[in-house]
């Protein structure tokens, strides 16, 4: 069972940084497929950032060129860069892995991940 602990979540001002680290217990990260999602009051969980196995990346449109999604296999650690951050980033943002069937249609669909982690709450300020 792989267990995923979410940190470095908290107040930033419009256009400063934050990064996210994601800790992997129960398997090896560079063996999962595995995303950042995010979710503010009231909306859906929406994808943001995923990493398969081979390291290909896909990221939400919205932010393309401001975040970065890696992993350190030797940490068994997965992490979100994010840059340039705006109000509209603000939300409970959530790490997933997946262990099974990793269809990469489904790389920025909940229903692509069977393990969440708990959250790390983001809020940036204008």
């Known amino acids: 069972q792989v267990q995923l602990v979410e940190s470095g979540g908290g107040s930033v001002q419009a256009g400063g940084s934050l990064r996210l680290s994601c800790a992997v217990s129960g398997d090896a990260a560079s063996r999962l497929c595995m995303g950042w999602f995010r979710q503010a009051p009231g909306q859906e969980r929406e994808g943001v950032a995923a990493i398969i196995t081979t390291g290909t990346q896909k990221f939400a449109n919205s932010v393309k060129g401001r975040f970065t999604i890696s992993r350190d296999n030797a940490k068994n650690t997965l992490y979100l860069q994010m840059d340039s951050l705006k109000p509209e980033d603000t939300a409970m943002y959530y790490c997933?892995?997946?262990?099974?069937?990793?269809?990469?249609?489904?790389?920025?669909?909940?229903?692509?991940?069977?393990?969440w982690g708990q959250g790390t709450q983001v809020t940036v300020s204008s």
């Open positions: 997933a892995a997946e262990d099974r069937e990793c269809l990469w249609d489904l790389r920025l669909q909940p229903s692509g991940y069977n393990s």
